[in-house]
């Protein structure tokens, strides 16, 4: 995995993998995974979850259109959340207190 997300509410952990170009979920003890995404992926990297709101938020690298995307944590409501201007989008973290999605390019 690239990157790892952990909802500590429901106690399932989300990650990305840019080798199969995928977002997973399964509970912390590594029962019922499944796959959220594996659809207009290209190389998805960090992922970061907003349990209080039910988001998740992740970024792919891909060279000829990165993006920043969120979803419900179930997988609904996917979402492009930012596709201009991004450089290839290497961090994301969420600050709960003010509601802001922060990223650093590489």
Known sequence: PEGIAIDHMSRNMYWTDSILDRIEVSRLDGS???VLFDNDLINPRPIVADPANGYLY???WNRDG???ERSSMDGSDRTALV???LGLPNALTFDP???QLCWADA
């Open 83 to 85: 596709q201009d201007g």
């Open 66 to 68: 990165p993006k920043i």
């Open 97 to 99: 207190q003010s509601r």
């Open 32 to 34: 019922q995974r499944r």
């Open 58 to 60: 992740w970024a792919d």
